[in-house]
């Protein structure tokens, strides 16, 4: 890991701690998850937004200003919003993406849940979402909150991360493992 996003996970941890003990304190842990996570979605949909939250270029004035935009035009307002803006009035921006990670990692340890993050082909029904649930649930013995990621590259199957295990049931593996064999083998 470089020691750039080392930094950004450490400053993104304490800042999702800040975040986590005022949602507690005000009792609205489920409404700041859901403006973290439009937050988070806009993030992953937009490389200009990407581009202006990691590059030192910006002014602290021009990622507060953007950034203070961005929240208005998807109504994330009160806690969230304030926050955000303040995260980048303190040239945190980077920290960012890692405070939403952090944020629901401690989110999940306070419901007693574990998080599992799923990268998956192709978007998963509400059906696959509820049996994939089910069947971590029985294997960790918690309730299992999902982050799921498209990556089509996987070409089918997916990879499921909890914790420190991963189980990896991705086509492109599969496929990669099967390419390996036939070298050895001619």
Known sequence: MSQSASLSSGVGDRYASALFDLALAEKKLSEVEKDLK????????????????????????????????????ANITGLVGNFMRVVAQNRRAIAMPQLLGAF????????????????????????Q???????????????????????????????????????????RTKLSSLKLALKEVG
Do not use: C, W, Y
Request: charged share 25%; hydrophobic share 45%.
């Open 38 to 73: 439009r937050f988070d979605a806009l993030l992953n949909d937009s490389e200009d937004l990407v581009r202006l939250v990691k590059s030192p270029v910006f002014s602290t004035d021009d990622q507060v200003r953007a950034i203070g935009a961005i929240l208005d035009k």
């Open 104 to 127: 629901l990692k401690l989110l999940a340890e306070h419901r007693g849940e574990e998080t599992a993050q799923v990268s998956v082909a192709v978007a998963l029904t509400s059906a």
């Open 129 to 171: 979402t509820k049996e994939l649930k089910a069947a971590l649930k029985s294997a960790v013995g918690k309730d299992v909150d999902l982050q799921v990621n498209i990556d089509p590259s996987l070409l089918g199957g997916m990879i499921v991360k909890i914790g420190s295990r991963q189980i990896d049931t991705s086509l």
